[in-house]
């Protein structure tokens, strides 16, 4: 595909829930990042893969979240025991760039809805 | 901490008008600027960015950005607006290894 894709689209968790977001960057893309909009709110940095290597996981919001790139390309975004708190917009974006002060290429985003 | 204010949360317009939607940012030093846009339905994608050089940056669709280090500004401007530029502004600054983005300008324009 040309650009970054994210499954799911949509997800309802009950609280107490964990919840596994993917996202698939652009191929080649070496840095990808994950962020957070909560409603009427711009996106927050959550975490920064460089490759497989999280050089910053410092917006991770607590020890509920945990965000992988095991090779490289594909991510997951993980939320364990899910808080009604959580409920966001998760976005994830890549660059073909090393660094994170690049522009970046966002996907459409998983819209997370914890009852 | 960063942070990044964006004068207004909605703004509406009607076609061909002016448009210009504020962005300040907090701190002065080394700073590199966008300006990010989600139309209905879509990604967000980029619309300009300010690196370095010309504070004057011109962008896709006819927009234009001016990087005022003095007054912490790099305010989005349009001289004359479509339809079609209905969408949600974001200001975002990368400074101090962190990409900031501002809460956004949703604007709005009337045929």
Redesign the interface.
Known sequence: GAGVSQSPRYKVAKRGQDVALRCDPISGHVSLFWYQQALGQGPEFLTYFQNEAQLDKSGLPSDRFFAERPEGSVSTLKIQRTQQEDSAVYLCASSPSRGKQETQYFGPGTRLLVL | AQS?SQHN?HVILSEAASLELGCNYSYGGTV?L?W?VQYPG?????LL?Y?SGDPLVKGIKGFEAEFIKSKFSFNLRKPSVQWSDTAEY?C?A?QY????????TMLLVSP
């Open positions: 990044v949360h590199n966008f990010y879509q990604h967000l994608q980029l960015k690196f974001f975002a990368f290894s962190t990409l900031t983005f501002g809460k956004g």
